[in-house]
């Protein structure tokens, strides 16, 4: 009896550590899109980190760019192709098991980068080339999902994808720093990714198109295009037709009196006896 409930319970723990390693397991990372060309088929063998640092010598800590900054890194390819350390067996130092003379891969539409996830905390960085075209302190954070996207606009015909992430986890009362590293050879032209400009931006863009439109001068304005100058002239009035008057006319000249005097007249005796009156 003591020893059956002394085997399940062994059995029990057992299962129990297997279901907590299995998760640890499955949270290392590899590069899923541009697609990398593996040196090796093993699964377990691709996922795993090439280098636990803190079996190394190094003095690790949480906050991995105030160490690299103290050490006169400059990033971190500087660190990880340049800092003394063993990688695993069988594995390249400056690119894992991945083969960067493989069969190039078309640069991905969309300018597409695709992962399993950054699923421990550490910083990253992508590079074509010698040109950093992405990065993080800390890429859990800055890149949650398996989805983002990278500038190839550097790549001109033929390139490598140089892709570092160390992951950060606090194990057995210290800080496991773990080294992944992958290249990939691409080949093609990549698109600058494109950016909506702002509008304060010195650049063309439908903002500041509305805001030219806006700021052009109105019709009441002096200045401004000949089409608004066109809209505001005023025609001038047309005289209006006169008729001609006779030279021998009668001319009448008004008189503050009772009533108006008419000259050029032929004078008869009657005017000149209503004048008497």
Known sequence: MVYSVTQT????????????????????QIVLLPEP????????????????????????????????????YKSLRDFMDKAKYTVTSGADFSCGFTDPKGTPQPIPAGNAMRSTGYTHDGPCEVWLDDTKVLEGDNCHDKFPGKDYTVDYS???????????????????????WQVYKECIPLSGSGEKTQSTPSTESGGSGTKQESKRTTDA?????SFGSPAAQ???TTAAPTPAAQTPIPANAPTTKVFPGPGPITFGTPITWESQHNLRK
Request: glycine share 4%; proline share 3%.
């Open 9 to 28: 319970l062994v059995v029990a723990s057992a299962l129990s550590s297997m279901a907590m390693l299995a998760p640890i397991a499955d949270a290392h």
């Open 154 to 176: 550097s790549c001109k015909g033929t390139c490598t994808l140089r892709w570092y992430w160390l992951g950060i986890r606090f194990l057995k009362n210290q800080y496991s």
């Open 217 to 221: 001068p109105t019709t009441s304005s």
């Open 37 to 72: 060309q593996w040196t090796t088929s093993d699964k377990e063998t691709k996922y795993n980190p090439l280098a636990f640092l803190e079996n190394q010598g190094f003095a690790t800590q949480e906050d991995f760019a105030s160490w690299r900054d103290k050490n006169g």
């Open 230 to 232: 066109t809209s505001t």
